[in-house]
T-cell receptor, first 116, second 115 residues
Framework: KAGVTQTPRYLIKTRGQQVTLSCSPI?????VSWYQQTPGQGLQFLFE???????NKGNFPGRFSGRQFSNSRSEMNVSTLELGDSALYLC???????????????FGEGSRLTVL | AQSVSQHNHHVILSEAASLELGCNYS??????LFWYVQYPGQHLQLLLK??????LVKGIKGFEAEFIKSKFSFNLRKPSVQWSDTAEYFC?????????????FGQGTELSVKP
């Protein structure tokens, strides 16, 4: 079956702009998580959505937001971009049903954002 | 706060050498533990996981990891590495009672295997 799909794969923005990244999870997966990967900070959890509701949130400023649609597809938005937002943004999906063990995360290839 | 520490930033080995990558976590409660691998140009994928039971878990491609609760460690091992094991390896932890996709990752260890 198809894996996690992220678009766009690469993008360049300038400071102050905003960006929207998209993620299509594996069919049947209802949980979508977002991570920021940078050489200095590694992989940091941004937020997780399950059934269109934010279920967990990391320690990022309010400029970072997300949403999930009824078909489980998710978007994340970063407003007022800063140079430090340059990173690889990874989306991961999982079954993660309530009452079950946290499941295996299936990652997409990421969206590489460069902020100039 | 939860945290994960991977001791080695970059490890260089020759083929057939044995591998052990260290991982220590900081968390006061019951945890689930994972090792993920990222091969060059590919997405992150699960290598192995520990939820409960036998503390020695086996994963794909001959990797195994041992959970030592008293040491808060979950070290990754492979008796004989191959050139194709060249990749970045990430240890991750989550609360046993966390639902869903919130994992705390270590900084990663880059493994280079020389043919």
């Amino acid at each position: 079956k198809a894996g996690v799909t992220q678009t766009p794969r690469y993008l360049i923005k300038t400071r102050g702009q905003q960006v929207t990244l998209s993620c299509s999870p594996i069919s049947g997966h209802r949980s979508v998580s977002w991570y920021q990967q940078t050489p200095g900070q590694g992989l940091q959890f941004l937020f997780e959505y399950f059934s269109e509701t934010q279920r967990n949130k990391g320690n990022f400023p309010g400029r970072f937001s997300g949403r999930q649609f009824s078909n489980s597809r998710s978007e994340m938005n970063v407003s007022t971009l800063e140079l430090g937002d340059s990173a690889l943004y990874l989306c991961a999906s999982s079954l993660a049903l309530p009452g079950l063990e946290p499941g295996e995360l299936f990652f997409g290839e990421g969206s590489r954002l460069t902020v100039l | 706060a939860q945290s994960v520490s991977q001791h080695n930033h970059h490890v260089i080995l020759s083929e057939a050498a044995s591998l052990e990558l260290g991982c220590n976590y900081s968390y006061g409660g019951t945890v689930n533990l994972f090792w993920y691998v990222q091969y060059p140009g590919q997405h992150l994928q699960l290598l192995l996981k520990y939820f409960s039971g036998d503390p020695l878990v086996k994963g794909i491609k001959g990797f195994e990891a041992e959970f030592i609760k008293s040491k808060f460690s979950f070290n990754l091992r492979k008796p004989s590495v191959q050139w194709s094991d060249t990749a970045e390896y990430f240890c991750a932890v989550t609360s046993r009672y966390n639902q869903g996709g919130k994992l705390i990752f270590g900084q990663g260890t880059e493994l280079s295997v020389k043919p």
